[in-house]
């Protein structure tokens, strides 16, 4: 059980403006501290407030402190941590309240006291993924969408207000506030603890990958499945390994002409390459002073992108002046300086005597960024403006891929003509039909998004015009960004273009860009082609952003609106900056430099318009929320009356049969193999977001219920209801399952040799009574931070998986769900052990299982018969605490089990 703090020794207290604070002094810990990385500290501190030798021990404090040595060590060194609080969104926030409801369900069936139940750790849920692109390019395109996310999404609004209400310690931010990550890093962020007489750093997970935004602000944060958030909102710790930190010097400055986004493609392709999954990376050296907070933010978000666990900026005075634009309290900012500089943790760029050991360094200078894109399907494949033309020329033939689409040579010409609005326009591959200034990435930045209205000015001063069949749309991450650009004068030229407020909240991104017209889906599906989006997010998985958008580009807003007047995704728009964008309507050539504004410029106007005024308006009534929001009423009560006529809220099953005892694990035996797939399968795959296709078993589910198509809405936005989640478990229409000719949500049910719909295969094997696994390749899982891609999965029955290497997340949420997560041993794989998938597979699992522990694979043919061949594979159970919560059936059957 808990007891005293042994390092209560380390504690002082300090006189702040007339108010008196505790603290632990970390340098009383020694020369040690003071070599360790900033991010590294944070944990250190975490673990020393935290350490009642039961949840944390001395044992803990010892490793974080002997990083230097424990960094090394082959395997890992696990430590403990205790975040400072959770952010949600609603998409991943409504599962996690659905949970707790079943749960307070659960404990009184047991016995307990259901109200116990309830955040321990302060917990906020920003309601931000369930508006779509309806309606674009009008002047009520905003009302119209939020309309229709009213009504499409009122029995899960209603859930989430009476969940406001039932739980405590837990703030829930209405729709049409902005994208959560935006809202965390303009409001929500402490960055220091200032609210008790304890001070201590602001630290957060989050059940959504892009949580490392928060890192930019010097706040160290990541992205956890909502499984694993759950059990850190009921105040369970993480069992983490101690991470490697790699050192990311910046020197220089950028180019007048290079953007923030640019910045973070070049830093997302070359830490990929480098390799940092599972690592901290942490940036220094001088060129870091010149990145603003918005820049450095920019960076942090795509941190999922390039794979690390958090991409860090220790808070500095830049830092500092960005509480105060912002509008934080004074007083507060007060505190939090001089308690980081109390603790070390107040870093100076340009001073290298402060720079602390790294594993590794490695080294960018800014001057070397030039424009670019990262694309055609994934975030890394950064690729030159000025190569852009013949690197989508050459991707057109390659072979199927991430950089190919196949097509026979002569077919590369092909081209679809339609009509829109009485007048012909042709398609051909390359050609842009959805154009977004979109997501948390860019929107947070003003120097990208004034840059981007400066540029619509310019355009449209040029003459210059959007195609009206091109889907353009901008949804800013927060009210604010629509202060500053009013305050500009550009919101009418990026209107001209077609670049009209479309909502506040995650969008295109998320993949609800909405539908696109009838004759343009026609037109592409009819003639093959490989039409474009161009969006300034930081995913552009297939199958993500729109079905009917095959290549996805991300770019910065100014380059979104650059494409979207060009038309065509593949033309070498900024090819030493001489290119013509396009003819304006008098047949002259304009060219990209002539509207290009200049990094000062930008800086110049961001310099006069983004105030301190603009956020306390906007924040001091976020919490309010539209009127559509204060009308609704929610049900009262500590427990919720489920409705089981509801099609997006249900008491899930994963507490069904439950009992105090431990259940008694059985072997896995003659299993089938449901799906078997290759590297790269992404949490997108295995539970889209996006919408409902009218063929599918989910769509089939809902008409049964009497709903038509329209009244579908999306996977994302259903996530509170298992039975349209299970039915949408490896729905994505780009899924490539090797049992099949073509992608798509299709499998082979192996005796029968029937080809079906997935869900429906996994119904068939439950009913004969067949044990389910999954056989997949490299990194397995990536994408998103999806509790459904776990949960999911269980719910079909699959009971392992078996992959070449897995995402971070994505693995603590198998685990999470009770599923044992395998991987072959190095250098082995499906192919190289000559598995076709259609074997049956036996696993051994022996009750005394240790992390990272080897375990057989015995395979037999498909009919049972065979020599017995077997294989090692290592159970990816990497901790004590992995087990246990595997022991238990999963992570939060143990927090009930904790509570009784």
Known sequence: MSGPNPYDKLLKTVDIGGTSFKYYDLQGLGEKYTKLPYSIRVLLESAVRNCDNFHVKEKDVNNILDWEVNEKVKGGVEVAFKPARVILQDFTGVPAVVDFAAMRDAV???????????????SDLVIDHSIQVDFARTEDALQKNEELEFERNKERFTFLKWGAKAFRNMLIVPPGSGIVHQVNLEYLARVVFTD???????SVVGTDSHTTMINGLGVVGWGVGGIEAEA???????????????GYRVVGKLSQYATSTDLVLTITKHLRQLGVVGKFVEFFGPGVAELSIADRATISNMCPEYGATVGFFPVDVNSLSYLKQTNRDNKKIQVIEQYLKRVAMLRDYTNASEDPVYSKVVELDLATVVSCLSGPKRPHDRVSVTDMKKEFSQCLTNKVGFNGYGLKPERVNDSGKFLHEGVEYTLSHGSVVIAAITSCTNTSNPSVMLGAGLLAKKAVEAGLSVAPYIKTSLSPGSGVVTHYLRESG??????????????????????????????????????????????????????????????????????VIAYAIAGRECLGLLDSLFYSIWKNKDGKDVYLREIWPSRSEIQAVEKSTVIPAMFRDVYSRIENGSNS????TAPEGKLYPWDPASTYIKNPPFFQGMTKALPKQKPITNARVLVFLGDSVTTDHISPAGSIARN??????????????????????????????????????????????????????????????????AERYHTEGTTLIAVVGKDYGSGSSRDWAAKGPFLLGIKAVIAESYE???????????????????????ESLGLTGKELYSIEIPENLKPLQRVQVKVSNSCGGGDGASFEVVARFDTEVDLLYYRNGGILNYMIRKML
Not at 506 to 529: F, H, Q, R
């Open 196 to 202: 008790s007489d304890m001070l201590y750093p602001d």
């Open 232 to 246: 850190v909102m009921l105040g369970q710790g993480i069992s983490m390994l101690l991470p490697e930190v790699i």
């Open 629 to 632: 929001w204060r009308l609704l």
């Open 490 to 559: 550009v919101v009418p030229f990026l209107n001209n273009l077609g670049f009209s407020l479309v909502g506040f909240g995650c969008m295109t991104c998320i993949g609800n860009s909405g539908p696109l017209p009838e004759y343009i889906v026609d037109a592409i599906e009819k003639n093959g082609l490989v039409c474009c989006g161009v969006l300034s997010g930081n995913r552009n998985f297939e199958g993500r952003v729109h079905p009917n958008t095959r290549a996805n580009y991300l770019a910065s807003p100014l380059l």
């Open 808 to 830: 971070r997340i994505h693995r603590a949420n198998l685990v999470g769900m009770g599923i044992v997560p395998l991987e072959f041993l190095p250098g082995q794989n499906a």
């Open 108 to 122: 009184k069936s047991l016995g307990g006291d259901p109200d116990k139940i309830n955040p321990i750790c302060p």
């Open 696 to 761: 599918s078993p989910a769509a089939r589910y809902l008409a049964n219920r009497g709903l038509t198509p329209k009244e579908f809405n999306s996977y994302g936005s259903r996530r509170g209801n298992d039975d349209v989640m299970a039915r949408g478990t490896f729905a994505n229409i780009r899924l490539v399952n090797k049992f099949m000719s073509a992608p798509g949500p299709r499998t082979i049910h192996i005796p029968s040799e029937e080809e079906m719909d997935i869900f429906d295969a």
